[in-house]
């Protein structure tokens, strides 16, 4: 039997890029000889529909499954996610996926073989040279940028182009020594936090460069809150820093 890569997808209101981005997905799947590819949407009762149309594709592939819960952000939702997926698929490698378009599929070979070759942590990186942000406005490209910046200082990170990537393959037996419970983050600021805690925990980390592309269907769910967030997981990381050297 195959050893499993499973992707962990949060979604809310998703459904029209999901029925366009699940065969896009499963067409790479040829092109992965080593794992048996499986997806995992983590959909927040989203009323537009997005779990009718997993349960539909469901039908047809026993490798999509779906997990259902309340919305209480992006880093919830991959908490919940990630622990359901290593419980009930025992997968080797777990890779982190938007559902909206913007992270290309066909990257997804590479991702995996790259952790055949000694990395624990591969991240899809903006920032990379050969990786941008072209379908974005400068603005959002210099948050951006800013925010790696910000996460680096605060957590003493090395060198990293891209820490607040969520497009990403981490091998799962390196994820089990992460201690979710500790992670205080529930929105967009898990990405950086679980990033944190892998390095701390011996990840052998590679980038490989991303084009961001456009959103295809729906709007960007980054809100208010989360920005807010941002800032106080800054401080988290900034004591967890030094909690690391006592």
Same mark, same amino acid.
């Given at each position: 039997?195959?050893?499993? $890569?499973?992707?962990?997808?949060?979604?809310?209101?998703? $459904?029209?890029?999901?029925?366009?981005?699940?065969?896009?997905?499963?067409?790479?799947?040829?092109?992965?000889?080593?794992?048996?590819?499986?997806?995992? *949407?983590?959909?927040?009762?989203?009323?537009?529909?997005?779990?009718? *149309? *997993?349960? #539909?594709?469901?039908?047809?592939?026993?490798?999509?499954?779906?997990?259902?819960?309340?919305?209480?952000?992006?880093?919830? $939702?991959?908490?919940?996610?990630?622990?359901?997926?290593?419980?009930?698929?025992?997968?080797?490698?777990?890779? #982190?996926?938007?559902?909206?378009? #913007?992270?290309?599929?066909?990257?997804?070979?590479?991702?995996?073989?790259?952790? #055949?070759?000694?990395?624990?942590?591969?991240?899809?990186?903006?920032?990379? &040279?050969?990786?941008?942000? &072209?379908?974005?406005?400068?603005?959002?490209?210099?948050?951006?940028?800013?925010?790696?910046?910000?996460?680096?200082?605060?957590?003493?990170?090395?060198?990293?182009?891209?820490?607040?990537?969520?497009?990403?393959?981490?091998?799962?037996?390196?994820?089990?020594?992460?201690?979710?419970?500790?992670? &205080?983050?529930?929105?967009?600021?898990?990405?950086?936090?679980?990033?944190?805690?892998?390095?701390?925990?011996?990840?052998?980390?590679?980038?490989?460069?991303?084009?961001?592309? &456009?959103? $295809?269907?729906?709007?960007?769910?980054?809100?208010?809150?989360?920005?807010?967030?941002?800032?106080?997981?800054?401080?988290?990381?900034?004591?967890?820093?030094?909690?690391?050297? *006592?």
């Amino acid at each position: 039997m195959r050893r499993i $890569a499973c992707i962990v997808m949060p979604t809310y209101n998703e $459904a029209a890029n999901l029925a366009e981005l699940l065969p896009r997905i499963f067409d790479q799947a040829e092109r992965i000889h080593s794992h048996e590819l499986h997806i995992l *949407v983590v959909d927040d009762n989203s009323p537009d529909g997005t779990a009718s *149309v *997993v349960v #539909q594709w469901m039908k047809e592939n026993p490798r999509i499954h779906l997990l259902r819960g309340e919305k209480r952000g992006l880093g919830d $939702a991959y908490k919940r996610g990630i622990t359901h997926a290593i419980a009930t698929l025992d997968p080797e490698l777990i890779l #982190q996926m938007d559902a909206d378009h #913007q992270h290309d599929p066909s990257l997804l070979p590479l991702f995996i073989i790259l952790t #055949q070759y000694g990395f624990t942590f591969v991240i899809g990186s903006r920032f990379a &040279p050969g990786g941008g942000e &072209p379908a974005l406005s400068f603005r959002r490209r210099l948050i951006s940028r800013l925010g790696t910046i910000l996460v680096r200082t605060a957590a003493g990170l090395p060198p990293l182009h891209d820490c607040t990537s969520g497009y990403r393959c981490i091998r799962a037996d390196l994820i089990a020594k992460c201690d979710f419970g500790l992670l &205080p983050t529930h929105g967009y600021s898990f990405l950086s936090s679980l990033l944190s805690e892998l390095l701390r925990n011996g990840a052998r980390v590679v980038e490989i460069p991303i084009l961001f592309g &456009p959103r $295809a269907h729906g709007t960007s769910k980054l809100s208010f809150s989360d920005q807010i967030e941002f800032l106080t997981n800054l401080g988290w990381l900034w004591r967890s820093r030094f909690r690391r050297h *006592v």
